[in-house]
C-alpha cells in the first residue's frame, strides 16, 4: 500500500514538473528575445535616425502605375506595382528595424525636428512598427462597391472612395499619408492620377498632421498631372479649414504667376471649385494682407481681388 502511495506522488510531483516546464516556456515565448549590449550597439552604430530620415527624405518614393504584360495574346492584361523608389524603401525598412529598439529617439526626433517633412518620416517609421499588422493588411486594399451605391459624377465617385479609405485607415494615417507624399499610391481603380484625388479626400477626413503641407507641396508635383486630381487635392487642401491651408494654396498660384506661368484653365477652375467653395469670410484679413503684400499684379488681379469679392458679396445681408 505504501509503495503505491509513493508512486502516485512521485508521479503527481513529475506531471507537476512538467506543467511549469511547460508553462515556463509558454511565458517566455510572449516575450521578445532581448537583444545582447552588442546587437544593440551595432544596430546604434548602423545608421543613426536623423541619418535614415534624412534618407527618406530626399529619396523619391516612386511611382503607382500599371504596365502591359503577355503583349502576345490580346486582350493585354494589366498589372499594377510602384516603379523605381527602391533607395527609398531601404531607408525605410533600414529606419524601422532601427525604430523597433530605438523608438524613444524617433519619438524625439520628430518633436525637435524643425522641417515638416523630417517630422511626417518619423511618424510614418513609428507608425509601421506600432501598427505592423494593420499595415501590411493595407498593402492589398481593394474597393469594394456595393450594388445601387456608387454615386454618379466625378466629384462624388472621389469622396465616396476617399470615404472608404478614410475608414479603412483610421488607425494608421500615416499610412496614407506616406502614398500621397510620396506619390505611389494605392490602386483604388482610377490610375494614378485620380488615385491622388482619393488619397487626398481621405486625408481631408482623417485631418492627420502635416495632411496640409503635404497637399499644398504636391500643386507643385501635380502640374502635369489632370485637372480633376488637382481639383480633389485643392478641394481636401481648403476642407481641412484653417488659414494656414487657405495661404498654402495662395503660395502655389503666387510661384506661377512669378515664373510668368498664368494658370491654364484647369487651374482656374481649381479656384472656382476650391477656393471659391470653401473659403469663408474668416479668410478676408488674410486676403487682404496678401494683396497688400504681393509685388504681382497679374496675382493680385486675377485671383485675390475676384475671391475678396466674393467672399464680402456673403457679408452682404
Known amino acids: 500500500m505504501k509503495r503505491k502511495l509513493k508512486r502516485i506522488v512521485a508521479i503527481a510531483v513529475i506531471c507537476v514538473a512538467l506543467l511549469l516546464l511547460v508553462g515556463v516556456i509558454v511565458w517566455l ?44 495574346s490580346l486582350p493585354w492584361k494589366k498589372r499594377w506595382g510602384v516603379k523605381g523608389g527602391e533607395n527609398y524603401r531601404q531607408a525605410r525598412a533600414a529606419a524601422v528595424k532601427v525604430c523597433t529598439v530605438f523608438p524613444d529617439k524617433f519619438v524625439k526626433l520628430e518633436q525637435t525636428a524643425t522641417d515638416w517633412r523630417e517630422k511626417l518620416a518619423c511618424a510614418i517609421v513609428l507608425e509601421r512598427v506600432r501598427q505592423k499588422k494593420t499595415v501590411r493588411k493595407l498593402k492589398d486594399w481593394r474597393l469594394s462597391v456595393k450594388k445601387g451605391t456608387w454615386p454618379r459624377g466625378r466629384t462624388s465617385e472621389y469622396r465616396y472612395v476617399g470615404k472608404q479609405l478614410a475608414r479603412a485607415c483610421r488607425q494608421t ?40 503641407r503635404a497637399l499644398a507641396l504636391a500643386f507643385d508635383d501635380l502640374s502635369f498631372e489632370n485637372g480633376s486630381n488637382r481639383q480633389g487635392c485643392a478641394m481636401a487642401l481648403i476642407s481641412l479649414g484653417d488659414a494656414e491651408t487657405v495661404a498654402e494654396l495662395l503660395d502655389y498660384f503666387e510661384r506661377k504667376y512669378e515664373k510668368g506661368l498664368e494658370p491654364s484653365h484647369v487651374d482656374a477652375n481649381v479656384v472656382e471649385s476650391a477656393l471659391f467653395k470653401h473659403a469663408t469670410t474668416e479668410h478676408i484679413d488674410l486676403l487682404v494682407e496678401r494683396g497688400k503684400k504681393t509685388k504681382n499684379e497679374a496675382f493680385k488681379k486675377e485671383i485675390i481681388d475676384p475671391l475678396l469679392k466674393h467672399l464680402r458679396s456673403k457679408q452682404q445681408p
Not at 500615416?174 to 510620396?182: A, H
Not at 505611389?184 to 496640409?212: E, H, Q
Open 29 to 72: 515565448s510572449w516575450f521578445p528575445e532581448e537583444k545582447p549590449p552588442e546587437a544593440i550597439e551595432a544596430i546604434g552604430q548602423l545608421a543613426s535616425p536623423e541619418t535614415l530620415i534624412n534618407r527618406m527624405v530626399a529619396e523619391p518614393g516612386g511611382t503607382w502605375r500599371f504596365e502591359y504584360v503577355d503583349t502576345s
Open 173 to 212: 494615417p500615416m499610412f496614407l499619408m506616406e502614398r500621397f507624399w510620396k506619390g505611389n499610391a494605392l490602386d483604388v481603380g482610377f490610375g494614378r492620377y485620380m488615385a491622388r484625388a482619393c488619397i487626398a479626400l481621405a486625408l481631408a477626413r482623417l485631418r492627420p498632421k502635416y495632411a496640409a
